[in-house]
């Protein structure tokens, strides 16, 4: 019997973070199941009660490295991890920090002459600032003035909640709008099926309309999501 591989992730079905995943691993590989659990603490449950040694499972659990709650559950969560052979952790901020840093981004959700590059500027300057400080290894975003400005009350915020918030903030009223709850259709759907779309509605990609196999080629490519799969083993044919 061959075996199979799971990816087990917090949120419950109908959360942004389980969409997006069962979306991503649909169509780069397939023979993944997604699996939520509910929360994270249900989750280092469930890693700490598998007894199940012929199957793998990949476990994405939020890396809120600043939230010291998360951290001393991250910690528990690899020590089950490091007891079991057939289990991975993938090293992840949150799904919407993976967003955030693709490459492509800002070039995706506006249209070159939308207005919103200019009235967004300031979000758009902070999250140039915020991804190049986590992905060089400098941790300290909270001291970068642009940050500090941009939210107020930085300090009282983990990496995880500043990233959904300047998610949100860049994609609002687009059809890439990512909040907790819902996540946009033209992530998950290919040029253009969007149900609610008008002929207004245009974005980076009107001219290139590319298919959701290429959307989450591309989101793999253009962002940290490469590396890791490759460092738990998982090859994605392209």
Known sequence: ????????????????????????????????????????????????ALKDISNKYIIVFDNSFDNLQVVMEQKLLRSYVDGKDNVV???????????????ELIKWIYAPDDEFLEKR???????????????????????IQEIMEYDKHVQEHNVEQLAARLLFALTR???????????????IKSCCEWNNREES????????????????????????????????GLEVSL
């Open 121 to 143: 500027a300031n979000a758009i300057a902070v999250r140039e600032k915020f991804v190049d400080s986590i992905n060089s290894g400098e941790l300290k975003y909270k001291d």
């Open 201 to 232: 509605d245009i974005c980076g990609l009107d001219d290139s309309r590319l298919s959701i196999f290429d959307k989450m080629k591309n989101i793999y490519e253009g962002t940290s999501l490469k590396e890791q799969f490759s460092k738990i």
């Open 89 to 103: 952790l993938m090293d992840i901020i949150c799904f919407e920090y993976i967003l955030l840093e693709f490459k």
């Open 1 to 48: 019997m061959l075996s199979k591989t799971f990816l087990w992730i917090e949120d419950r079905k109908e959360k942004a973070s389980y969409i997006f995943w069962k979306n991503l691993m649909e169509q780069l590989y397939p023979e993944v199941t997604v699996e939520g659990k509910k929360n994270n603490s249900e989750l280092v449950k469930s890693v700490k």
């Open 173 to 187: 009223n687009t059809g890439f709008e990512v909040s907790k709850g819902t996540i946009g259709e033209c992530w």
